[in-house]
């Protein structure tokens, strides 16, 4: 397991934009593919994106699509997730997840570290 820590949230208007990171301070981040979930009150936990061990593959839910973009940068042992025109909708909990595999996943079963998560409030 490795250790996780979210930052980045806060309060934004909708259209606006917001930042998340990711960090690690473990040498091992970047064997593995990193994924980012969300959790609305009141609902599951949902994939939001994922990018594998090298960066050169990413996975976007059809949610976000053409407003999200996920990256990492392996010798600073961080992913990012880059959110534009948010929407209400996009308010959450935001988790990153790192898989046990090189490439990212959608299913939550396969991650073996969590981050503490940090909320994300759109108003609108």
């Known amino acids: 397991q490795v250790q996780l820590v979210e930052s980045g949230g806060g309060l934004v208007q909708a259209g606006g934009s917001l930042r998340l990171s990711c960090a690690s301070s473990?040498?091992?981040?970047?064997?593995?593919?990193m994924d980012w979930f969300r959790q609305a009150s009141g609902k599951e936990r949902e994939f939001v994106a994922g990018?594998?061990?090298?960066?050169?593959?990413?996975d976007i839910a059809d949610s976000v699509k053409g407003r999200f973009t996920i990256s990492r940068v392996n010798n600073g042992n961080a992913v990012y997730l880059q959110m534009d025109n948010l929407k209400p909708e996009d308010t959450a909990v935001y988790y990153c997840?790192?898989?046990?595999?090189?490439?990212?996943?959608?299913?939550?079963?396969?991650?073996?570290?969590w981050g503490q998560g940090t909320q994300v409030t759109v108003s609108s």
């Open positions: 990018i594998s061990s090298s960066g050169g593959h990413t």
């Open positions: 473990d040498r091992t981040f970047s064997y593995y593919g």
């Open positions: 997840a790192a898989s046990r595999m090189s490439l990212n996943s959608r299913q939550q079963t396969v991650h073996h570290s």
